[in-house]
Nanobody, 129 residues
């Protein structure tokens, strides 16, 4: 079972930036990638950005395109989410999880079919004036 640790959240004003980190231990060579998801109070968990480990295929939710950048350092088993020009609507707990295959990446990151999965504890991002 992979262990996931998110970090980098905090309190920031609109227009500010944060960089989140997701470090995975026990990541299998057969695991396809990592996805970032967030959950605001009273809302469903939603996909933010995903990246494949073998080839760097990326997905961004429309709401964050042009503002967020996902990257990976496979040697460190770490995926980063650089969040720029943050908005209050970005507020929420950010989680990372593994995606097993390209098909799973599509279903989870594009179509929002999350199902049962392993999640980290999350890191809280609060964007407020």
């Amino acid at each position: 079972q992979v262990q996931l640790v998110e970090s980098g959240g905090g309190l920031v004003q609109p227009g500010g930036s944060l960089r989140l980190s997701c470090t995975a231990s026990g990541f299998s060579r057969d695991d396809y990638g990592i996805g970032w998801f967030r959950q605001a109070p009273g809302k469903e968990r939603e996909a933010v950005s995903c990246i494949s480990s073998p080839d760097g295929y990326t997905y961004y939710a429309d709401s964050v395109k042009g503002r967020f950048t996902i990257s990976r350092d496979n040697a460190k088993n770490t995926v980063y989410l650089q969040m720029d020009n943050l908005k209050p609507k970005d507020t929420g707990v950010y989680y990372c999880t593994t995606v097993s295959t390209l098909t799973t990446l599509h279903s989870m990151c594009i179509f929002g079919v999350l199902g049962a999965n392993y999640w980290g504890k999350g890191t809280l991002v609060t964007v407020t004036p």
